[in-house]
């Protein structure tokens, strides 16, 4: 399972990365404070420039913004149940939600897909 060290509660190191003004940061923020509502277990790290949300020190998802999207970023996605069909890739886990401006997501779908995640994380630890 990977694990990543340092991961704590609300990073003022993230705060500052949500907290820019442009609109693909933002579409990163209202899904990383979703991430971040999953549980009061929550915890966060910046890993490789980027929010990462963790249960412990395991990864269950993260936010990355590029020039024209924004990604929601899966650790275990491949195994993750997705109807809505939102999921990309072709890693052997790892799976994103490309999210581009002018092009609303399923929001219930993405939304499930993030508790998913984190459930998925809860479940793999426990069974450790």
Request: glycine share 8%; with cysteine; net charge negative.
């Amino acid at each position: 399972m990977l694990r990543f060290s340092g991961a704590g509660k609300q990073d003022p190191i993230i705060e500052e990365w949500l907290n820019k003004t442009d609109a693909l940061t933002a579409v990163a923020r209202t899904w990383f404070r979703r991430m971040r509502a999953c549980g009061e277990d929550v915890l966060e790290l910046m890993h490789d420039g980027h929010p990462i949300a963790c249960l412990e020190d395991a990864p269950f998802a993260y936010v990355n913004v590029f020039k024209s999207h924004t990604n929601v970023g899966f650790f275990y996605g491949a195994h993750l149940d997705d109807p809505a069909g939102l999921l990309e890739g072709t890693g052997k886990n790892m799976r994103h939600v490309k999210l581009t401006p002018g092009r609303e997501p399923d929001s219930a779908a993405l939304e499930n897909l993030i508790h998913a995640s984190y459930l998925d994380v809860k479940i793999r630890l426990r069974a450790e």
